[in-house]
């Protein structure tokens, strides 16, 4: 049986098997590089309802799936008078957001309050590499009520692998909602006066008593001073 | 409000240990948490394996094992590994030899890959004769099995490294099964469980590797809850020197060039695959006899398999 008749084409293969070596040094261990299903870069959030005045924290989470890349750029739009920003980096100018990817060295990290987009773009220090990490969060505070989807603009957000090769990934919004209830500041009930009987239920009584009282003491003071005499 | 993702998924992990990639795809719909945790377990297993059972760190069991010159009390589970290679050792009269480190070593094929020995062939050549002569045979060693006790003979170690990373693959297979559906590959070697994200079985690519290191793929097969193992001579070949001697001549093989093997668990599938390749053509039937399936393909390129293997 010859071999050669049996070739098949790799596609459609889940895997493939190969000569290996037994278990032998050296014993390198290289950093894991996670990968999954198509390259990706998604919003997430465990707060997805919250009242006026509540706070929730969004993640940004690139997968670049088993492709390398240099650098990625995300563009997220939101509406700016449903949803605030809040800003995490008081030293810089601007509004920034939490950029918490320690691979990357980022090179873009602005929130536009006045026309409701959030940038961030980062590159790698090295060679490409895959990403499949959260890169990012941001700190949302409600402004007013209704429903507010965080987008990622397409047509400004990239990942780019070698040679400026673009990645194509696909994009997952993300939908706040914003309740009317208003949060406010808790009231703690004191124990009230106890009630006076007359003085609480007539106020007119009370002025009237006073100025008696008043009246009374001026003239005692008058009387002592010609008694003094 | 958010939608919860309920759909299943492929999540996959890879990562570069001995030499190798390890990588693990699971398609599930449990929650991605739960999924990742469960992958870093199962590439833990691996760590765990060359820590307890590596011939190279003196501080693992295997080492003290071959240091030892009188009965060595060994773990359970070291016992059970030595005597699944003493059995797959005599099922295959010898093709598969957890006992070669000698013949292995004098090649330079040890802890920092010496190879410059390989510049001298007459020299080797007479070393291994010698070795061959006079070194003990894998059935003078004598286990224990009450006290849990392997006695090695005089000048003799155990390598577990032709079922290492079958049996490693073998325990994150038990973490992973939950899962239902998933697939391991470290380097070459395959466990397939369950269906891939068509719902149908995974599907595994033959790789043959010629002389020339020239590779393609001349089978696929799907693989239902089974473990796929392979092994070649030209695949990291250094000048006439592969790993897969015949322990018998001391000699690497050199009438085949690439063994693969089906098995129900990985370290099977490990240890038969190295069986097959050094046994040759006999291999096959060894493997009918073992239940097993597997196919050959010798210098010549011609393909010799089991009845079930697939066409």
Redesign the interface.
Known sequence: MNLLDKVYAQSNLDTLAAPTFPFTPPFEEQPPATTTDGAKISLNTSKATLKVGEKTTVTIRVESDDIEINTYKIVISYDPTKLGVIDKDAQTSGTQISFTDTYFTDNANLASEQIGTIEIAATTPSSAVTVNRNVADIEFEGRATGTVTLEIMDEHSSLTGTNNTNIPASTVPLVITITGDTTTPTIIPTPGLPKSGILDESPVLTGIVGILLVMTGIMLAIRYRKVGK | ???TVTRP????????????KL?I?VFSDAERDEI?KKIDEA?SKF?Y??NRF?R?EETSELAKLNDSKKAFEASKELFRLVRFSLDVAEETDGAFDPTIIDLIEAYG?K???DFSVLEDPEKIRKEIDTLVKDRPNFRDIKLNEKASTITLAKNQRI????I??GY?MDLARKVLLPLKNF?I??????Y?HGV??ENKP????????DEKGK??????MNLKNQA?????????KVKYFH?LLNPKTGKPCSKIL?S?VVAKSAILADAYS?ALFVAGRDGIKLLERKELEGML?DKE???YKTKGFVN
């Open positions: 409000m958010i939608q998924r492929i999540i996959e992990q890879e990562r570069v240990f001995m030499n190798s990588n795809k990742e590439f760590r394996i060359v590596t190279f094929y802890k920092g890959y390598d577990l490294g032709g290492g990373k490693a697939l590959n470290a380097g070459g070697d395959i397939a891939n994200k995974w599907t595994a690519g033959l790789l043959f590797v590779s393609e793929v001349i089978r696929k796929l193992a392979s092994s070649g001579s030209w695949a990291r790993h690439q693969f190295t393909v390129h011609t393909i």
